[in-house]
């Protein structure tokens, strides 16, 4: 149903032969006109109206004039300036004889948005003023509608007649306008089994087929065998509420699973020659760095590395010399000569795992993270020197 901006449409019911459906239509009343004053039009128990004492309101008094909005009444008003010879004469109308040497008196009609007055005779008394006052009836209201007040012989009003042109029909509705009967419209579309019931209201019988399943799906749609998914038992030892993953439905309708697991490796190498530097004498001192960005390749979930490192460098140690190798902060090896004769190339090789590189542990859904292994060296003493150093970087990136 589609309720329009006059009407309000209410839709009750499930269907069936026990609850049909009921629709129910209410005319909305703005309750606030774009002109910015009050809605004239009311909505009682029998139906819409508007009634003199709602359009009394509408009036005021101008000069020469008082109106009392309870009873709808105007009169002339005397003034009270000293002097006046206005007075009601016994036919209610005004009245002077003048005289007195004064100056004649002068009626003029005061006129306002709601009401024209006019004034008539010399206000002789064979000719007294006469004023009348016609109601100002809009027309071309602000909205740009026709206005639905009319002035007759007996007095201001608006009718059903009127009223009903407001209202119009959307889709389900049928509306006759000279009427007032607003109606279900029921479709003549093939197949249709709505109807209108023995009691007036919308009807349509329960449907008695059934329908043939294809994977995914188990029962034939009856009462006794509703359409249900077809799932395996669970063969698990935990909670199946728990612990199981979702199942999603994607953008074409098809049905989706937790995204898929994986696993990736990724190596880098790294060889260098210096010639023959010295072993520096501070521990952990940094002599070389080597880089590896690791990049989480699933878009959905953080990714967990196991960082591999694996460190080789190559010493001259004349006798009594001696050096330290280190990854990073953690010197892992030290070599001293401790013979008469010079060692030349010989080499420490040392392996170090580090599990959970990038923030908290983990590299976010497709971001990066860059590993930096910082070759360090230290207590190198007797002339000991170095001339090779050979760095692995192995990263395993585990998504589950």
Not at 106 to 132: F, I, K, M, R, S
Not at 335 to 362: C, E, M, W, Y
Request: aromatic share 4%; glycine share 16%; net charge negative.
């Amino acid at each position: 149903m589609t309720d329009s901006a006059t009407v309000d449409l209410t839709l009750s019911g499930t269907g069936t032969a026990a609850d049909p459906y009921d629709i129910a239509a209410d005319v909305i009343l703005d309750p606030a006109p774009p002109g910015g004053g009050t809605n004239l039009l009311q909505e009682g128990p029998d139906g819409l109206f508007v009634e003199c004492a709602d359009v009394r309101t509408c009036f005021s008094a101008g000069d020469g004039a008082a109106y009392d909005p309870a009873t709808g009444e105007i009169t002339a008003r005397l003034s009270a300036d000293a002097g006046n010879t206005v007075a009601f004469g016994s036919d209610g109308g005004l009245y002077s004889a003048g005289g007195g040497g004064g100056a004649p008196s002068v009626v003029t009609a005061g006129d306002t948005p709601t009401a024209n007055n006019t004034v008539t005779g010399t206000g002789a008394a064979a000719d007294p003023y006469v004023v009348t006052t016609d109601v100002i009836l809009d027309p071309a209201p602000p909205a740009g509608g026709s206005n639905l007040l009319h002035a007759g012989p007996d007095g201001i009003y608006v009718e059903c007649a009127d009223v009903r042109g407001c209202l119009s029909a959307g889709d389900g509705i049928d509306y006759d306008p000279a009427t007032g009967v607003i109606a279900a419209q029921i479709s003549t579309d093939a197949g249709n089994t709505v109807t209108i019931g023995g009691d007036g209201g919308l009807y349509a019988p329960a449907p008695d087929g059934t329908v043939d399943t294809a994977c995914g799906l188990t029962g034939d749609g009856s009462a006794a065998t509703p359409l249900a998914a077809a799932v395996a038992a669970w063969p698990y030892p935990c909670d199946v509420g728990a612990n199981a993953g979702g199942v999603y439905c994607d953008s074409s309708g098809l049905l989706r699973s937790e995204p898929r697991g994986s696993i990736t490796y990724l190596q880098d190498h790294q060889i260098l020659n210096p010639a023959d530097l010295t072993v520096p004498t501070p521990e952990d001192t940094v002599v070389a760095t080597h880089e590896l960005t690791v990049p989480n390749p699933d878009p959905c979930r953080p990714a967990f590395v196991i960082m591999e490192i694996e460190l080789d460098a190559d010493f001259n140690l004349p006798p009594g010399a001696g050096a330290g190798l280190g990854i990073g902060t953690d010197e892992m090896s030290y070599l001293r000569n401790s013979g008469s004769t010079a060692i030349l190339d010989t080499h420490i090789q040392g392996t170090k795992v580090v599990p959970g590189i990038g923030g908290g542990g983990f590299i976010p859904p497709g971001g990066t993270h860059t590993h930096v292994l910082s070759i360090c060296m230290g207590r190198g003493s007797g002339g000991a020197t170095y001339n090779r150093l050979q760095s692995f970087l192995r990263a395993t990136v585990i998504v589950l």
